[in-house]
């Protein structure tokens, strides 16, 4: 929605992101809606593969952080860069190409990767670092959590840091659900439905959910968790 809001301004939207295929090709090239947007390698892990060697992960992230540079050398008319979901993968090469341009950036944190990611204690630590560094190359930071415009206002006072609530683009005709009928939930259950991926590797921590439910179930025992979607860690969940 907010890339489209761009667009309707005049603006030309270009996203570069990373391909979680498990083989090549990992390029493709799609514009929808006047939006550009440009797969240019592989992403760190990819989502088919629950348990990948090190050594494949090693390749695959200098790959896909090698072809983030070359994308973005490609993006010279750029006159801002976003940086979205700051990670270990896209993080310095975005950082590297601002600072040495001298383009505007802006920072996009939709959750607190340092913390969210399961990463060895060198990993967390450099992550932690290229956090900050992100931080205070922005003057501009959005973020989607309360947590997260307080966390960023402390790494970098004098930013204009804004919660901008994870948005969709909504159908004009929504059928309806029936999630109660469809799995057999009393009317007077109450739901909580999590919506999302069930991938643990990449940060989505769907087991403190599940903790935290177990505490609210003893409360509310007619209570039922619906949780919608799928991922590498479905069955085990």
């Known amino acids: 929605p907010l890339a489209?809001?761009?667009?309707?301004?005049?603006?030309?939207?270009?996203?570069?992101?990373?391909?979680?295929?498990?083989?090549?090709?990992?390029?493709?090239?799609?514009?929808?809606?006047?939006?550009?947007?440009?797969?240019?390698?592989?992403?760190?892990?990819?989502?088919?593969?629950?348990?990948?060697?090190?050594?494949?992960?090693?390749?695959?992230?200098?790959?896909?952080?090698?072809?983030l540079v070359g994308a973005l050398s490609q993006e010279a008319a750029a006159d801002v860069i976003v940086l979205a979901k700051p990670q270990l993968q896209n993080s310095a090469p975005v950082l590297a190409t601002a600072r040495v341009r001298g383009t505007p950036l802006l920072l996009d944190a939709d959750d607190y990767e340092p913390s969210a990611s399961r990463l060895p204690l060198p990993l967390h630590l450099h992550m932690h670092g290229l956090d900050a560094r992100a931080a205070r190359a922005a003057p501009i930071i959005t973020a989607c959590s309360p947590f997260l415009v307080q966390h960023y206002r402390r790494l970098h006072p004098q930013a204009r840091v804004e919660l901008l609530p994870t948005g969709i683009s909504v159908p004009a005709n929504i059928p309806p659900a029936r999630l109660r009928d469809r799995l057999y939930i009393p009317a007077s259950a109450p739901i909580v439905l999590y919506v999302g991926s069930l991938s643990l590797s990449s940060a989505h921590r769907v087991d403190l959910l599940l903790e935290a439910f177990a505490r609210l179930n003893k409360q509310l025992p007619e209570a039922r968790l619906v949780l919608a979607g799928d991922g590498l860690d479905e069955k085990r969940l």
């Open 4 to 67: 489209r809001a761009v667009r309707q301004h005049g603006h030309d939207v270009h996203f570069l992101t990373l391909s979680g295929n498990a083989r090549p090709p990992f390029q493709l090239d799609v514009v929808q809606d006047g939006i550009t947007v440009r797969t240019v390698g592989p992403n760190v892990r990819a989502t088919s593969v629950p348990a990948p060697s090190r050594l494949e992960t090693w390749r695959r992230f200098r790959a896909g952080q090698s072809a």
